[in-house]
T-cell receptor, first 114, second 115 residues
Framework: KQEVTQIPAALSVPEGENLVLNCSFT??????LQWFRQDPGKGLTSLLL?????REQTSGRLNASLDKSSGRSTLYIAASQPGDSATYLC?????????????FGGGTRVLVKP | GAGVSQSPSNKVTEKGKDVELRCDPI?????LYWYRQSLGQGLEFLIY????????KSGLPSDRFSAERTGGSVSTLTIQRTQQEDSAVYLC?????????????FGNGTRLTVT
């Protein structure tokens, strides 16, 4: 059974510092890995999707890397801003036919202090 | 609509009552998912609809839970004889296809409280 772990569970940084969020998964046979952001009382917003054949994806200040063989992904957020405060979740899809049937990690709650 | 719409946003019900939660996906999205988010269990997959195929119900926790999707659009999640452990936020999401390169779009969820 796939298990996804995110460490740390919570992180507090001053504005301007780079953020590094970690995600690990036990079964390397994944189809894709996704990073989401969740604001309090809201649903999830998709940030980045990395196919299993890819090593990284970038969008603006966000960069996500994937090392499938070691079961790890890292989300980097450059020059953090107070608006980046949210919970970040990673999730993996097992195979193509499963679509977005995802196994989620527990999330990392981020606070960026002005 | 512009995004995935869920109703109601909040539902308080008494133990033993039935509840229905509604999801309107983004127009044209063929795939629809229900997830549950609770403090103890995190985010869990419940059920997945893809086009006209039989749904993947492998995540439903018990036979008290059921879901249908009418006309390939709106979906209803029904919980019969609710229990306190059913209290959670129920999230609906849709995507244009199975998921190859198609990220999920989530609604804001229905917060269910069973008293």
């Amino acid at each position: 059974k796939q298990e996804v772990t995110q460490i740390p569970a919570a992180l507090s940084v001053p504005e301007g510092e780079n953020l590094v969020l970690n995600c690990s998964f036990t079964d390397s046979a994944i189809y894709n890995l996704q990073w989401f952001r969740q604001d309090p009382g809201k649903g999830l917003t998709s940030l980045l999707l990395i196919q299993s054949s890819q090593r990284e994806q970038t969008s603006g200040r966000l960069n996500a890397s994937l090392d499938k063989s070691s079961g790890r992904s890292t989300l980097y957020i450059a020059a953090s801003q107070p608006g980046d405060s949210a919970t970040y979740l990673c999730a993996v899809s097992r195979y193509k036919a499963a679509g977005n049937k995802l196994t989620f990690g527990g999330g990392t709650r981020v606070l960026v202090k002005p | 609509g512009a995004g995935v719409s869920q109703s109601p946003s909040n539902k308080v019900t008494e133990k033993g009552k039935d509840v229905e939660l509604r999801c309107d996906p983004i127009s044209g999205h063929t795939a629809l998912y229900w997830y549950r988010q609770s403090l103890g269990q995190g985010l869990e997959f419940l059920i997945y609809f893809q086009g006209n195929s039989a749904p993947d119900k492998s995540g439903l926790p018990s036979d008290r839970f059921s879901a249908e999707r009418t006309g390939g659009s709106v979906s209803t999640l029904t919980i019969q004889r609710t229990q306190q452990e059913d209290s959670a936020v129920y999230l609906c999401a849709s995507s244009p296809s199975r998921g190859e390169g198609s990220p999920l779009h989530f609604g804001n969820g229905t917060r269910l409280t069973v008293t």
